[in-house]
């Protein structure tokens, strides 16, 4: 049985930063493809960021360069580093998981190809 379960968020200025981890049991996180997303209210879920087992990263425009999806192999532990934060990031944060490709994706995933997720944790970024 793989499980997630997301740490950190809260409540954060504008401008200010935050970094989110994600405890992967179950699986191996370097070999597997990872991913984060996220979702507003009232809003469809977005892909922020994957990772794939070479630790190559891709990113969704919205979060270039302000965003970085990391991992490590040891604590199994991935994690999403977010900088230069802005109040339209408050959402709420899921670390997503699949197994099956070996950790060979190569690309931004969507929602659809993770089977496993965390419970989410919001992030607020107050003005």
């Known amino acids: 049985q793989v499980k997630l379960v997301e740490t950190g968020g809260g409540s954060v200025q504008a401008g200010g930063s935050t970094k989110l981890s994600c405890k992967v049991s179950g699986a191996a996180v370097s070999n597997i493809c990872a991913g984060w997303f996220r979702r507003a209210p009232g809003e469809e879920r977005e892909a922020l960021a994957s990772?794939?087992?070479?630790?190559?990263?891709y990113y969704a425009g919205s979060v270039q360069g302000r965003f970085t999806i990391s991992k490590d192999n040891a604590k199994n532990t991935l994690y999403l580093e977010m900088n230069s934060l802005e109040p339209e990031d408050t959402a709420m944060y899921y670390c997503?998981?699949?197994?099956?490709?070996?950790?060979?994706?190569?690309?931004?995933?969507?929602?659809?190809?993770?089977?496993?997720w965390g419970q989410g944790v919001q992030v607020t970024v107050g003005i």
């Open positions: 997503a998981a699949a197994v099956s490709w070996s950790g060979h994706c190569y690309e931004l995933q969507q929602a659809a190809d993770f089977r496993y």
């Open positions: 990772i794939n087992k070479y630790d190559d990263t």
